[in-house]
C-alpha cells in the first residue's frame, strides 16, 4: 500500500473478568446494548486520533494537526492518479483531558497535510516510568520524506517522550521499512511506512502496527527495530468495478491499524483490511511471541481496539456492506465471553472515528472527526454491564 490518497481512502473507510481467551475466532452473532446517548466531552480537536488514559487518570489526545507552510512535496501517484501536494508543517500535538477541560501538554510536533488529511501524531501510550510514546504518522519512504526538508525527520517514527516534551529517543520506522519492507514477498507489496498503533513491552520498548508496511514492528528500550510479525496479504474475489473475468481474484492488504495488550498478555491488533474491503474480512489478531492468530472477526472494517476491567475485547469498526460512499457505519462493539458481539452505540453515530479507550470509569471513549481539523470530539459512550 502506498500514496497520500491511498492512505486516505483508508481512514475514511476505517472511520466511518471475561478474559480475552474466551473471545471466539469464527462469526459473531450481534445484540444492541440498552445505552444512553453519548457526550462529548471534549472539542474543537485538530485532528484526534490515537487516544490513552494515563497512569494520573487522565485521557492523552494524539492530534494529527493541520500541516503547514514549511514545505511542500509531491508524492508518486498511482497509475491513473492526480499527485497530490502534501505540506509540512508543526501544527501536531498531545493534549490532556482531565477535570472536563482540555489543555495542550506537548506541542509543535510534525504534521503533513494533502487537504483535510493530516499524518502527524496518531498515537500515544505510556512506559512504566511514565514516559509518553508516540508515534508519528507518515506514507511513503525515507526518499519522499527528505522532500519535506529537515523539519520532517522524525514523520514515520517513535518518539518517547518526557511529560514536558522533551524528546528522549526515537525509532525510525520509515527507514527500517526502507531497508527491510518485511512483506516485500507479498504481491502487491510496496515501500511504505504508516506508524499508526502503539503498546508498550513489558520491561522497555514497544509494539508498533505499521498500517503501509503491513507489519508489526518491534522497538527495544534502546531504539533498536526489529520485525515481530508480518500481516500476509489475502487473496480475495475481485470486485465487479474492476471488470475482471469472473473468479478472479486480487491480493488484499492486511493494514494493521490500533493495538492493545490483552490481559492474558498477548497484543491485539484491529486489522482493518485493505481493497476491496469485503464485507466480515476484517480481524482482530492476536500476536505473541511473533505466532499471529485470529481472536475474532465477522467485521468489515476496524480502527481501533481496546479490552475492559474485566477483560472483555472493545472494537472500534464496523459490520456488513461497505457503503457504496466507501463510509462506513463505524460504531463500538463488545466481543462478549460466549463470543456474542454487543453493540455499544447506534451505527451512523459517529462521523470518522480512528481511536478507542476504556476509562477508569468503565465509560468508553471515541475520538471522532478525525479528519476535520479544528472539529475533532472526544465521545464518552456510557456502557451497562
Known sequence: MSGVRIGRRLLAAATGGVAVLAVTAGPVSAARADVAAPEIVAKGLDSPRGISFGPDGALYIAESGHGGKVKCATPPAAKGEKPEKMCLGMTGRISVLKDGKTTVLIDHLPSAASGPFALGPHDVAFTAKGDLLV????????????????KARTLGTLLTLSAKGRSLSFADLVAYETRHNPDRKDKGSAVDSYPFGVAPLTGGGALV?????????????KGKISTEA?????????????????????????????????????????????????????????????????????????????????GRLIVLGSVGPLPADGMSKTTVYRIEADG??????????????????????????????????????????????
Open 135 to 150: 508515534t508519528i504518522g507518515f506514507s511513503g519512504d525515507t526518499a519522499f520524506r527528505a522532500k519535506l526538508g529537515p
Open 230 to 310: 508480518v500481516l500476509h496479504a489475502r487473496s480475495v474475489a475481485a470486485p465487479p468495478a474492476l471488470k475482471m473475468p469472473k473468479g478472479s481474484k486480487i491480493p488484499m492488504q492486511s493494514v494493521p491499524m490500533g493495538i492493545a495488550k490483552g490481559p492474558d498478555g498477548a497484543y491485539y491488533v484491529a486489522e482493518h483490511g485493505g481493497f476491496p474491503n469485503p464485507e466480515g474480512a476484517a480481524r482482530v489478531l492476536r500476536v505473541r511471541n511473533g505466532k499471529v492468530t485470529t481472536a475474532a472477526r465477522g467485521f468489515t472494517t476496524m480502527a481501533d481496539v481496546a479490552f475492559d476491567a474485566k
Open 340 to 385: 456474542t458481539r454487543t453493540e455499544l452505540l447506534k451505527p451512523g453515530t459517529l462521523t470518522t472515528p480512528l481511536g478507542v479507550a476504556v476509562g477508569p470509569d468503565g465509560a468508553v471513549y471515541v475520538a471522532d472527526k478525525a479528519m476535520a481539523p479544528g472539529k475533532g470530539e472526544i465521545l464518552r459512550v456510557p456502557v451497562p454491564e
Open 209 to 221: 502496527a505499521d498500517t503501509g508496511g503491513n507489519s508489526v514492528l518491534r522497538i527495544s528500550r
